[in-house]
């Protein structure tokens, strides 16, 4: 047996990273072999309790397709084993050859959202400022960034997770928190058994829409019109927290303008969400103020118009008063200690960041670069080419979108390197495949913003020859030349004490408390003593550093892409990404049972549409929009499971790229979000 | 003895704990059919769940032609003997609750076992809505929390369950 736990007998204590949540797991291990994951007591996230995706972790570990040696691709386009020492020799070289030729600027490195955040992502900044190159790319340019923006372009912070057990009324928009987030789901039927209330706003129905006191369908990328609907009847009402508008706040006169053009009638011909169910949410946000838990989701980023409508329905939860309160926007703190990022010591904003020019303010906010911006430099479009690019644990030729574009640039690529830890569409592509370690096999320093803890998890398990992320990056920065200088940790243990001194919390505490620790008590209404993060200290709804970009001051709602370019050509809107319980993005999907649950990709269609088209449940339908199509069987749903108009398809399948559908060029002007969640297609019965 | 109980007012159709018995099952006891089950009627806006009693004076026990069934000395669940069961169905014919089911895989009689006393459902349920408890604090629990909907009803009241 390769594969072996650090211990014969026992159990090991750590945090489950099957998805982004980190519950508080058990490994009990028995003859060296890791025999069953189990949830563990302590830790406030999970409370005791898991969910069948960490069940699986031993499945994705011991799975008999993991990528266990370095690969090279041969000259006939096949793979062959290579020694890891000769393959990082063999990609340090070319990646000189690289900068030599054509600038350090023209490598890449990608982190996925598979390795986590944190000081996995910090690894990878790192090392390419280190290198010279300002290129940093990740998952994060088309998710979460733009609800980040949203958030930090208002009030300066944003904590994604309230405590909703807390809300009297909690509002959803554009998400599914029990299969996005299982661990919050016992949050909310807390809040539920004492009372609260629950609207929820999306085009599809998800089963905890059964609890919904108000459940609504708006047409998709239309959010914002409903925010600045539900602003107008507070402020008309003059329902909102009156202190917290004059004292803490700047441009409120300028919103309050512009919000009465959205009257209820302007909502529902806007929306599609009828006039008196806009005021009744209106009414139930004034009697529940200010005990709101107001959480958008992904659904709402991935428009033309994303971050503004994310931005209006921040500035919606700060009328109510909810802000830096449990159940609202927390003002998280954060925990000192040393960051691993170069950007103090070796800023490379003068070497032009790919996407800096066209989303300056993606860049400046979140150092990020722009993934579709990338593509064009790739098959050089760009300012300048990009030529390298190393990614780990990303699988773009999935989720980034038009698929096509996507791996014509990456085929492109002098170098292309992959470290995964299965032979994924992207893998398929590169010049180099690494096999990357699990979660099981590294051990790291984790943060917990909403309860303010800090937890360290231990390497649990080992396979011969797969190294840990760090143990990657710093074996390619020895043969890059500045290792000594940048990566000077023997390994990951000591990057995880330096991580720490600061915080003056020791490995050994975090060792003995494999819970957690909370590195400082939670405190709320800290915008009382002192000023928000935000360039003006106070709540922005008008952003002068928006202005000075070319933008509007306050977040105008923008119609989105189909309804400025409305087409009889592809009269349906395709929204993807909604959730699946046990797939995770394009992860899992080759574990066995979780495939026997979800054994083929389906595009859902309304009865409505479905008959108008003479589709039937199942048949072969192709999905076609203005950059591409995609085979795919049909699965009609009940009449009020999709707003009539929407078909909707899951976004990480490797087998069935929806990605070859959606627009990369369409973007949000602030974030460069691309468009995934309205995009106009139209769907033919296949053969017809 | 404890028993796996629905609180059907925190059920929200996540589907982890059919998940968890049918990945367990197929695991250990070549099964397919999970031992526990959740239905929504997406079109009604509706939830219910539902899971083996254990009845202390059991039907399907009571009816089996060939003995298949016996009680789990340990946890007093009625477990299936797949050796000896014949599928001829009398048991789920029996059942009052609909909760005996014949695997559509083994073809065989299936039901919860308790898992042996360490029920999977119940370590995946993270909205809280299932407990393993014994009857005793069961019935504490309906005492003091006479709104709480404990899925002990074959079928949901009409309107109650939800608001």
Redesign the interface.
């Given at each position: 047996m390769t594969h072996s736990a650090v211990i014969e007998k026992g159990t090991l204590p750590t945090l489950c990273r099957m998805c982004s949540n980190r519950c508080s797991i058990v490994l009990h291990v028995e003859k060296g072999e890791l025999v069953d994951v189990?949830?563990m007591e302590g830790n406030p996230v999970?409370?005791g309790?898991?969910?069948?995706r960490g069940?699986?972790a031993l499945d994705m570990f011991y799975h008999p397709k993991r990528l266990l040696k370095p690969l090279k691709r041969q000259p006939d386009g096949s793979f062959a084993p290579i020694d890891r020492e000769r393959a990082l020799d063999e990609i340090a070289a070319k990646t000189l050859q690289i900068k030599n030729r054509f600038g350090a600027r023209s490598m890449g490195v990608w982190k996925g959202e598979a390795v986590g955040f944190l000081q996995q992502e910090e690894y990878v900044r790192r090392f390419a400022h280190a290198f010279g190159t300002p290129n940093y790319f990740s998952n994060d340019s088309a998710c979460y960034n733009g609800r980040f923006l949203g958030h930090h372009l208002v009030v300066g912070f944003w904590n994604p997770f309230p405590y909703y057990a807390e809300a009297d009324l909690i509002l959803l928009f554009g998400t599914n928190p029990?299969?996005c987030h299982?661990?919050f789901?016992?949050e909310?039927?807390?809040a539920?058994?004492r009372g609260a209330k629950l609207v929820m706003i999306d085009p599809r129905?998800n089963?905890?829409?059964?609890?919904?006191?108000v459940?609504a369908q708006p047409i998709p990328g239309t959010d914002g019109a409903l925010a600045w609907g539900l602003i107008r009847i507070l402020i008309n009402a003059g329902a909102y927290d009156h202190e917290l508008v004059e004292t803490y706040s700047t441009g409120f006169e300028a919103i309050a303008r512009y919000a009465q053009k959205f009257t209820p009638d302007l909502v529902e011909r806007e929306t599609g969400v009828y006039a008196d169910v806009v005021e009744r949410i209106g009414n139930l946000v004034i009697d529940t103020r200010p005990k709101i838990s107001l959480y958008m989701g992904a659904g709402l980023e991935h428009h033309d118009n994303g971050v503004n409508n994310a931005r209006a329905l921040a500035i919606l939860a700060c009328l109510t008063g909810a802000l830096d309160i449990p159940c609202g926007l927390i003002w998280p703190e954060e925990m000192p200690r040393n960051r691993l990022t170069l950007y103090d010591e070796k800023p490379l904003d003068h070497e032009m960041p790919i996407g800096k020019d066209r989303f300056p303010i993606l860049y400046e906010l979140r150092r990020e670069c722009h993934t579709m911006t990338a593509m064009d430099a790739m098959l050089g479009h760009g300012k300048y080419p990009l030529k390298g690019l190393i990614l780990t644990g990303a699988n773009p030729a999935v989720t980034n979108p038009n698929t096509t574009k996507v791996e014509s640039a990456l085929k492109r690529l002098d170098l292309l390197v992959v470290n995964d830890l299965f032979m994924t569409k992207t893998a398929q592509l590169a010049h180099y495949i690494l096999p990357a370690a699990t979660f099981l096999e590294r051990s790291e320093v984790h943060i917990d913003p909403k309860y303010q803890r800090v937890y360290l998890t231990r390497k649990v398990a080992q396979i011969p020859g797969i190294e840990d992320e760090y143990t990657l990056w710093r074996d390619l920065a020895f043969r890059l030349g500045f290792g000594e200088r940048y990566f000077p940790w023997e390994d990951e243990t000591r990057v995880n004490a330096h991580i720490l001194e600061p915080s003056g919390i020791s490995l050994e505490e975090l060792q003995n408390h494999p819970e957690g620790i909370q590195y400082r008590p939670l405190t709320f209404k800290k915008h009382l003593s002192r000023p928000l993060p935000t360039p003006s200290g106070k709540i922005e709804f008008v952003s002068a550093y928006l202005q000075e970009k070319g933008h509007a001051g306050i977040p105008e709602y923008v119609r989105p892409y189909h309804l400025r370019h409305p087409s009889k050509n592809y009269p349906l809107l395709l929204t993807t990404g909604a959730r699946k319980?046990?797939l995770y993005h394009s992860r899992h999907q080759n574990l066995k049972?979780f495939r026997?649950?979800h054994p083929l990709a389906e595009v859902e269609i309304h009865p409505e549409d479905a008959s108008d088209l003479g589709i039937e449940n199942g048949d072969q339908v192709r999905i076609v929009s203005k950059i591409g199509a995609l085979l795919v069987p049909a699965k009609i749903?009940?009449?009020?499971?999709l707003r009539k108009g929407v078909v909707e398809m899951y976004h990480g399948w490797e087998e069935w790229r929806i990605n070859f559908t959606t627009m990369d060029m369409v973007n949000d002007p602030i974030s460069g979000f691309p468009l995934l969640k309205a995009v106009p297609v139209r769907i033919e019965k296949a053969g017809s | 003895m404890k028993i796996v109980t629905v609180d059907l007012?925190?059920c929200?159709?996540?589907?982890?704990c059919e998940?968890?018995c049918?990945?367990h099952r197929?695991e250990r006891h070549a099964g397919e059919t999970a031992n526990i089950f959740v239905s929504?009627d997406?079109?009604q806006?509706?939830?219910f769940a539902g899971t083996c009693l254990q009845c202390a004076n059991a039907l399907c026990l009571a009816v089996c032609p060939v003995d298949a069934l016996s009680r789990d000395p340990l946890t007093s669940a009625v477990l299936v003997d797949r050796s000896v069961c014949i599928a001829c169905g009398m048991c789920t014919v029996a059942c009052p609750f609909g909760y005996m089911d014949l695997d559509t895989v083994s073809r065989r009689a299936t039901k919860c076992d308790l898992c042996g006393g360490d029920p999977?459902c119940v370590?995946?349920?993270?909205?809280?809505?299932l407990h393993f408890d014994s009857l005793q604090s069961i019935a504490e629990r309906r005492k003091n929390h006479p709104e709480?909907h404990l899925g002990l009803r074959a079928i949901p009241d009409d309107g109650d369950a939800?608001?």
């Open positions: 189990r949830p999970n409370k309790k898991m969910c069948p069940k699986a029990p299969v299982t661990p789901m016992g909310f039927t807390d539920r058994a129905l089963p905890i829409a059964c609890y919904a006191d459940f319980t046990l049972h026997r649950v749903v009940q009449a009020g499971e | 007012d925190r929200i159709a996540c589907l982890n998940q968890a049918r990945f197929s929504v997406m079109q806006r509706r939830i999977r370590q995946v349920c993270m909205a809280g809505a709480v939800l608001p």
